[in-house]
Structure formats: C-alpha cells, structure tokens
C-alpha cells in the first residue's frame, strides 16, 4: 500500500487506543505526593516518568541543570486592628502537611510593619484612580486582587507595586469557582520579571560547571523583585481588607468585589509581616522518549509538557503529564503494529516549568542551533484538563492543522460531535490564540528558537490554581470526572505528532500567518496617528502573503504526486526544509531592544504588562517607552521598530519561497 | 559509470579546458577605461560582465542597492617652507585624466592651515615615541608612512590621529618596490570604522525604499572620521618631510626610511591643506550567474570577486575578474559536454567592494536566512594576482581541500611542478591564513552569516596598489605577464567549487579546525596570567574535537557507500546539512560587544587594530578594553567572553554531530 494510505492505517489505530481509565491511573499516580522542583519527592515523579517511558519500550534518557531555585523558610503576618486586637492570620491551606507553605518565589526576605491599602488589581490605572482620591501607598502595605478580571501576572503586580513604593504586597486570588471551599486556597508562584528560564545562566545552558553570573549582577538583579511579597486566600484577604477604613472603594471597582470591601485604608489595621525564603542552586531533570524516524531521522517533532508542580498538580501540570504518558502507550501499541514515524518524535517532560520555564529554557538554549534547522514543531500541553472547553494557541501556520485534527477526535461532552463541532460552534477557530505570553514551555521554543508550536488545554481556568486543592480527587470531581476531556487532549496531540511526523509534505498553511499579520497591521494602524508610516509593513506582508499562496500551490502538487516507496524525495525534502525556515525568519538576531534574549518580532510579551498590543512587542515596546526621549525620538524609534518588524516578514518570505535575490 | 567517476571525467575537462589568452582579453577588455563604484563607467563594465556570462548560456541577473558612496569634489596643498617660499603640491598621478582624484572616501571636508608632523606609521608606539621627546601632534597635521611594516589600515591610521589631537591625516605609500615610477602613485581608499557594509542601513539591505538611518545618528556618526584626510605619493610626502626640522626622527624609525626624511618637525613647514569631497547616494549593482544543481538544487556553492576599482583595477580587482569569467567560459564548455552540478553553483560579481565591501554586504544582509541553510561555501578572489607566489586564506574545515586541489593544479612559475609543490615548499600549506580581517568580500559571509570560506591570490602584495597605475601594462610587465598566474587561480577556484558542488559528501574535514582552536587556546594562555581560567575553552575544544574526528568517519564511510543513482541518499544529506551547520554554532546572536554586526566568535577583527590577536575578536576587546573599569571588573569581563567563545565551540561541536541532548 502507498505510504500514505499506510499512515492513515497508524492514524487511525491511534485514535482507536484511546482510553480514559489508564489517564485516571497515571494522573492518580503522579497526584499521590506533592513533586515541587528540587526535592526528593519530585525525584520519585521523574523516576515514574522514566519507567513508564521504558516499559512502553521507548528509549528514554534524562538531562541534568543545576539552576537557582527558591524555597519558603519562615513566614508569619500578624494584624492590629484599630480596636487593639491583634490576630494572627493563617498563611496555609488547612492540614495540608505536606504540600510546601504558600510562598512567592524568589520573594526577597524582609520584615516590616505598615498599614495596609487595597489596591484593587495593582494595575497602573488603579494607583491612578487611589493617587486622584488623595491615597499614596508609598511606605504601606499594599493588598491586591488577582483574577481572570485584572490580567496583571504576579511578577507584574509586586513590580508595579515597588514602582509605586509600597513596601510589601500581599496577593490574593478573587475567584472561587462558585465554592467557598476554595476561598482556602493559597495562589503559590514565582514574582521573577522579565525573563524565562534560569536567572543566573541567560542564554546558555545552566548545566554543571556552566558559568554563572553573579547575584549582583545587573543583568540578574533586574529581574529579582526588590520587596517581600505573599499570596493570601480570599478568606485571609477579606479579613484584612474588611477592617479598612480612609476612602471608600472607587465604584468602577466594586462590581466582582465581595460586599465585605468597603474601603480602601490606608489602615487603620496594621500588619507585621515577616517572610524569609531561600535562593539556593538545585538540580533539576527533564526526561526525554525518542522514537527514532526511519526516513528523515534528522528532523523532529516534539511533543512537551512539565513535570513539576507547586503541590499536588492534578490539574497543573499532572492532567497533561498523563496525557503525555498515554500517548507513550499508544504509540507503542502502534509501534508493535509495525510503525515506525517518518520522522523523529521525541516525549518531553520538564522540570521547573513553575520557576520560570526552566528546564524547558535551559534545554532549547543548549540545543538552539540544532532546534534552529531539524525541529518541525514543539507541541506544548501544560495543564491537559482545567475543565470545559477545547482552547488551543499556535503559531499560524499549524492553524490548518488543528482544524483538520480537531474534526477527527471525539468531543468529551456531547456525544457522536467531533471536538470541532463544539469548538467552532464556541467561535473557538475563528479565534486560535496567539503565542506571545510566557506562561508555559512554549516560550522558549517561539520567542527564542522560532520553532513553530502548538498549546492546547481544557476549560478556562480553574479556582484550585497552584493551591494545595490541585488535587485528584478535584480533577475527578469538578475538573473530568470521567476522564474524556483528558482523553480528547490526548488524541488530539498525538495526532498532530502523527501528521507533522509522517505527512510525506509538512502540513504548514502560511496564508493564514499572512491573515493574522493584516490583522495586526490594521489594529496598529488605528492605534498610530498618520505620523508613523505603516507602508513598508504593508509591502513585506503582501510579499509574504504571495509567497505563502506559491507554497500551497507547491506543497498542493507535490501531495498529489505521493511517493509509493519509502525514499525521501528530494523536492519533498527541499520543501519542507522552506516550510520549517520560515518561522526563523521572524527572530532578529538583535532581539528585543532591552531583552535580547527575546528574538522574535511577531510574538512576544510587551515590557509594558498593561499594553494594549499582545504582538509586535518591539513597537508595542516603542509605543509605551515614553520616559527620557523627546516626542520626535519617540517617534523615530516607533518607525524604526516597524520597519525591524517589516524587514523580519521580508525574511520569512524569502525563507519561505527559499530563492537568493 | 557512477556518480564519481563521472564528476572526475567533468573536473578534467574542467583542468584541461585552462587557457591564458582569453584570461588576458579579458583583462584587457575590463581596464580599458577606470570603473569606479557609481560610476556611468563602472556600468559598462557592469554590462560586459553581464553579457559575458550570458553569452556563455548562463542563467544572468543583476540585483541593485542604494547606497552612500563617496566623491572627490577639490583637494589642494600649499606648503609654505620657512624660507618662506610657498610651493602647490602636485596631487595626482601625472597625466591620468579619466582616473578619480586621489581621495579618501568619506572624508569630511576641511580647511586647515596648520604645522606638519612626521608620526611614521601613525600607531600608538610611534605617538609614544613622540610624547617622550617632547613632541606634541594635537593642533598640527600629521604625515603617516603606511607600507607592510606598519599593519595599520587607513581607517585606523586617520582614527588614531584624531584621537591624538591631529586636525587632518596624509598617508603615502612608503614601498615604491624597488621602482621609482611608482613613487608618483597615490593610494586612495575609503576611511570609514568599525564596520562594512552601507553605513545607512546597517544589518538590512540598502534596496530602494528601504529605512535609512540619519547621517546624525550615533551609529553612523561614529563610522566617520571627524578630520579630514587626503593621500599623498611617496614623491610629495617626501618633500614635506625633507623640509621638516625640530626633534630628529626617533633611530627605531630610520630603517626603511629614506635617507631625505631626517625630522620629524612640528613645522617649520606649513601647509595650506583643503579637500572638499560628496557623499551622496548612488545605485550599485551585483551580477549573478546562477548554474542550477541537478539532484540539490537548495545547497549553493557561491564564487565571488568584486567588480568596482579605485582606477584601471588591473590587478584590484579585474584580475580575479577575469579568472570569473574565465571559469563561466570553463563551465560552459562542461555544460555543453553533459555536465550539470550536483548543486547549485553561483558566479557573483560585487559592487563598491571599495567603499567597504558595499555590494557583498548587502546581499548577505539580504539573504541572510537562506544562506544559513543552503549556503555550502563562498570561495572569494579579489586580487587574482598580484606577483608570484600562491597565498590562501579558509575557515579550517576547508583546509584539506584547498591541499588537495592545489595538487591538481599546473603551478604557473615551475614547469612540470604542481602548485601545491611550490606552495608546500614555501610552507604555505602549514601556515594557511585565517579570514578575521575585513579587507575583502569573505567579511560578511565569515563573520556575519558563519559560511564556511576561502580566499586566494597571488602575489604578497604590489606597489601600485589603489593607484592610476595599476593598469593592464602594470600587469603584461610585472604582475603576470604570460597570465598563467590568472589561470592557475581560475585553475583552483573553478576546482574547488567543482568538488564542492558535485562531491557527495561535502568536503569539510572538521579536525584542522579542533588544531586551530587548540592553537589559538596556547597563545592566549601564554598571554593571559592565571587570573582567567581556560578550562571551559580547554573542554569545548576536546568535546569539538572529538565531533570532528567521529564526523570524518562518517564521512569515509558514507563516501565509500557510493551512490551509483543519482538519487539522494537521505543520510548524505543528512550528513552534510551538518557540515554546513557547524559554523554556524561559532555566531553569537548577540555578536561582540558594542559591535553586534560582527557575530562570530572566533574569527573577526579586534576593536583595537594594534591587538596582538586576530582571532577570538570577543577576548581580544575584553584585554584591550580598560579605560572605566576596575581591574576586577575587566578580569571579570575577559573571563565572560572565555565562557562565550568556549559555549560558540559547544554549539559548533552539538551541530557537527547533529543530535539534541
Ligand atoms: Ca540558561
Ligand atoms: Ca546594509
Ligand atoms: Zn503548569
Ligand atoms: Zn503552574
Ligand atoms: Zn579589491
Ligand atoms: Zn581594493
């Protein structure tokens, strides 16, 4: 049979080996203990990935990093009402022994003792609104709502916070789901700031004997907070904020606020709070299952998700951990069905993915050069399951791809629907989102190797989030408690694999990258007054928009010459090679001005964590760096930032069409 | 027959098809008038170019860019002797009214009327000397000697001399070669810094329409010299410094001084100096014949030789000119005998390669994706000959080749003898040059786009170099006046691209490379004291080593498993994408310090033109960098760019063998 009917054959045992009882084990598994980064029992976690991977007859190795990680030591707050009365609050979730105390890593240590003001969501506009009622928070306390409401990260909120002088900032997360049980929960996380990966080792490989800056350093002390800071539960942060006095809460705050918050303070309660954590170097293990290709073994498709968890991780990340074991065990059913992929598929698992994608960065910068030329794609599930709803972000090219794969597997929820079905019926594939945060391990591969990817999960968020609540018996009763939506995740990302490992031609559609680039100029545009011009950044995506229609027609026509034998073809080989170089052309080797280490144009986090732009960060940067320059500078580095963006597109066309001038 | 044999029937014909009266109609037809960059003459000269190639069947097109070049408008010198006599300087070559004006290109324009300075060859030692004898240059106008003794380029020589207070620079040519006539010569020349290429669009191609940064920009403010400066003849200079008195020139100078220059002044004489000179934009183009490879048509193998001369160029550069388009005559006598190339194989002739690789620059800015991929090899000819005697240049992995084609090929000054024999004998094979300097067109493609590359001519050097001298005569009489220097050049380079475009497996034998770096490692530890740890280089260098030697073995195997078909073999290609991509691992996308354009690590030019090192430019800078540091901070600094080019050598090393950790 020609190969491809061949694949189909692999494509569709694959979807027929699913099964949502071996996700329940292995999630019920890796959910027994708490696998925090660096510790023993998180050891225990790596060992169970590494077995299943072996007994599954997968070739299995592991790679070492020493890095800085950062563990609580001691913390304590006590309040002094105005009533005299001192109480002090309960910083963990209840009988909770084992799961690490609620911390912010890499908090600095520090003691003090001010009056507290609430801040709403720490957003600038939120100091703006406390600066108009005559409210300073410099020298207080400052208290801080997190929730789907704000969109402020943590590392964003205590920077804004010290930017603003206050001297401590206390963090608690607004959304209970609807169950007050989860008013318990406290929101662990690192407060690092702008950047991934580990902080004494930026752009190398943090492995043994690898150089290490200095923690004084400027290049490392910018991205360490410079105040203390703690997660608090909504019910800790109630008790606080309802014995504020001073000004009452602004109106445009109150609607999601609880009816308890009246004021904002400053004071008259005063809290003493204490928090000493430690930095200290660890070493941390990413497990890696290679299936070599038997064709072109020299190209990759990579299939990653983290390993470590603040406490329990059910949700974040097990429920995708035990996707990815799953789909170990179905691919070795179809490996002794006689398959073999055309190209190399290799089984990530992380580590220190919740310290600022660690072992996902420290891995792409040792291997960037290889990534750079053999990697077709890097297809990232960090939490598989947070509850209803399939949400998937992609660099553009793959959108195609995911349309194709998602009307092939089963919806989780409706009987006889394809998740397609429900998707596009929720506007999900007229809006795949984009690539450009840093919240999980498809960073390093986007935003620093240009590697084309794919993040998926299910449901939208989830009020257990990093609390010691993340827990099986969570997942089985609120998150998927019969284990589909686990299974859906599975079958579609090792079906992606599947395709972007055996299609004979790479199923890369550039159109709609050309389509999502128009979109981006025509926002831009009504963003810039006429004094930037957008004309070059008009030119180069008609250029790359004709390009991408040449490449559907060629990748169109070579299909349909499929190769019966099993030799690469080497128009084959040629094109896909263009196909997979398009992506680098995106990256400037300069990087982001400021954050070098950010190489791509396109898709990449704003400096400025309240921009309205969420791509093109280099003009998004250009846009709100306002301080120190006179108007005409500022406008000239606005246009020289769209003419960088421009000049990427440029090269990604010509990558794409793969012909010298 | 196979493959091979069939490529080594085609590399005779090509060995046997050498002829040296086309070479010399050639160069006759190239000098018959100046062609200088941005010139109506130089577009003749593009054209006959043009239509060689196309007359010879091959695929020709032209790719043109805007950029700032630079003119001539009035230059004048009054010397007013103490006797009070006042003398014009003659300023140019005598009778030679079709040749450009002696000029430095992109002086500034100036009027001084100031003391003279004799500062030998305008280093720092020499102004050294000076100060100690209570010599003071600031304020005067300094005569520079400039000849192989001194190693100083131009642009370095007018930079140092502003430093030092100088108000405007005169360089001659202190070798006449042991013939008076060439004393009358002026050597002109661009005077631009730090950097090649447009000096408006640095790291982007200079086409029309594209961004171009202000003259008034920083970046492009510190490429121009701030005084101004004009060349002299030997003759002039001589009796400028014949006149001086003061302080008696220093005994370490007299050497190769002539017996008439016995001071060093200030003054008495003066001189009234004036130059006027335009910088303005103008319209360049490159002209390329592409020969499309059969079986690899994405893998390029690119020869190159710039077109643009100061004057006649007989020698710099329509030597190499002509061997160009010898080799297109060559080619087009194996295509027509059934030949096509395993590859692609472009013939590239550059413009405004004198005002600072203008022409080569941007089109590697331009392509610079595709030729990170695709790109096996560029092999450059500037000056195909200059006098007797072969001297090579090559990134290592290219080192065996060069051996191995020189055997093959007839040496033009020895009958019966290869040119191997007569280079060996001369111990050029042990002591093949490296290719960190910036004076020709190899520049761009080593240090910015990591391809691999080779550059070769005869002749050490000539004395009419940049001057209305440099004629067809010039050449008849004492360049090569039976042209079989021109064909053995065209002999080795048409040779080399043969192999590289047809041999199976690439060419490139890693482990000369691993020497180099183990040798460039000893000198640096003979220089550095025990403060800076040369382990990490130590490690990296054994690790790449070792990659280099298991390469090669792949290598012999694969290479004995000779493909009869024409068809691919996937793990050839395999392998060579992995050649090619080694060098790669030697960029840094951060590039050197302060001069980001220049990405390799290992071979590029220092900052300091007097550094003793022309390799690891990165350390080199960190040793001389001193002024505003403390000595920790600057051992702290030497021992980063250690671990950067020690990190370069591990990603050279992870490419060569092509495997992700
Ligand atoms: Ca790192
Ligand atoms: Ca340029
Ligand atoms: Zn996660
Ligand atoms: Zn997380
Ligand atoms: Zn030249
Ligand atoms: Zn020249």
């Avoid at 890796?30 to 072996?54: E, I, M, Q, S």
């Avoid at 602004?250 to 928090?275: A, D, H, I, Q």
């Avoid at 001005?593 to 898709?603: I, Y």
Wanted: contains cysteine; charged residues 20%; proline residues 4%.
């Amino acid at each position: 049979s020609s190969f491809s009917q061949n694949t189909l054959h692999f494509q569709n045992l694959f979807l027929s080996s699913s099964s949502n009882s071996t996700l329940s084990t292995y999630l019920r598994a890796l959910t027994v203990h708490p696998h925090l980064a660096g510790t023993k029992l998180a050891a225990d976690t790596t060992t169970y990935v590494a077995d299943h991977f072996r007994s599954h007859g997968l070739t299995t190795h592991t790679v070492d990093y020493n890095v800085l990680l950062s563990y609580p030591v001691y913390s304590s707050i006590a309040a002094h009402f105005s009533s005299g009365s001192v109480r002090h609050l309960l910083l963990t979730e209840p009988d909770r022994f084992d799961v690490v105390k609620p911390y912010h890593a890499y908090s600095p240590s520090g003691s003090v003792f001010a009056r507290v003001v609430f801040v709403n969501y720490g957003r600038e506009r939120d100091y703006h609104a406390l600066e108009k009622l005559g409210v300073a928070v410099s020298g207080c306390i400052v208290v801080v709502r997190k929730g789907s409401g704000g969109g402020l990260g943590r590392g964003a909120v205590v920077e804004k916070a010290e930017e603003k002088g206050a001297i401590a900032v206390l963090i608690y997360n607004n959304d209970d789901g609807g169950d007050y049980t989860w008013r318990e929960g406290f929101e662990r996380g690192h407060v690092m700031r702008g950047g991934v990966g580990d902080p004494l080792s930026p752009g190398w490989a943090g492995v043994e004997g690898s150089e290490r800056l200095g923690l004084e350093d400027s290049e490392v002390l910018k991205k360490f907070p410079k105040i203390p800071s703690l997660p608090l539960s909504f019910e800790v942060a109630e008790t606080i904020l309802s014995s504020l006095e001073g000004t009452s809460v602004p109106l445009e705050w109150r609607g999601t606020l609880g009816s308890k918050v009246r004021n904002v303070g400053p004071g008259p309660t005063m809290l003493n709070f204490t928090y000493q954590g430690e930095n200290k170097m660890a070493t941390i293990q990413n497990v890696f299952a290679v299936i070599k290709g038997s064709e072109e073994p020299d190209r990759y498709v990579l299939l990653g998700n983290h390993r470590d968890a603040w406490t329990y991780g059910a949700v974040d990340p097990s429920s995708g951990t035990a996707a990815l074991l799953d789909i170990a065990r179905r691919y070795s059913i179809l490996l002794s069905s006689g398959w073999t992929p055309r190209r190399t598929i290799i089984l990530c698992s992380w580590d220190a993915e919740e310290f600022g994608m660690i072992g996902s960065t420290e891995w792409v910068e040792q291997n960037l050069v290889n990534l750079g030329s053999k990697a077709v794609a890097y297809l990232n599930v960090d939490c598989a399951v947070q509850g209803p709803g399939f949400f998937v972000g992609s660099t553009p090219q793959l959108d195609s791809l995911v349309v194709e794969v998602t009307k092939k597997v089963k919806d989780p929820d409706t009987e006889g629907a394809s998740v397609y079905k429900n998707w596009a019926a929720a506007g999900g594939d007229s809006n795949i989102q984009r690539l450009s945060r840093v919240d999980s391990d498809f960073a390093p591969f986007v935003q620093h190797a240009g590697v084309p990817s794919i993040d998926m999960y299910y449901g939208k968020e989830f009020p257990v989030y990093h609390t010691a609540f993340d827990s099986y018996d969570w997942m089985t009763q609120y998150g998927d408690p019969f284990f589909h939506r686990h299974a859906a995740v599975a079958g579609i990302w090792g079906l992606l694999a599947l395709h972007l490992a055996d299609d004979s031609i790479l199923p890369f559609d550039y159109v709609p990258y050309a389509n999502q680039l128009q979109f981006y100029m025509n926002i831009l545009s009504s963003l810039l007054d006429q004094q930037t011009s957008l004309h070059p950044l008009n030119m180069s995506i008609q250029e790359f928009a004709s390009a991408a229609k040449e490449t559907n027609n060629e990748s169109k026509k070579l299909r349909l010459q499929e190769t019966s034998g099993h030799s690469v073809d080497i128009k084959n080989r040629a094109l896909n090679d263009r196909l997979m170089l398009a992506e680098k052309g995106f990256l400037d080797a300069d990087g982001l001005q400021g954050r070098q280490w950010f190489k791509h144009l396109v898709f990449g986090p704003p400096s400025d964590h309240e921009s309205k732009l969420d791509f093109f960060p280099g003009i998004a940067d250009s846009i709100s760096r306002s301080t120190g320059m006179s108007e005409r500078e500022r406008l000239a580095a606005i246009q020289h930032e769209v003419w960088r963006v421009s000049r990427s597109i440029q090269r990604a066309a010509s990558a794409l069409r793969g012909e010298f001038t």
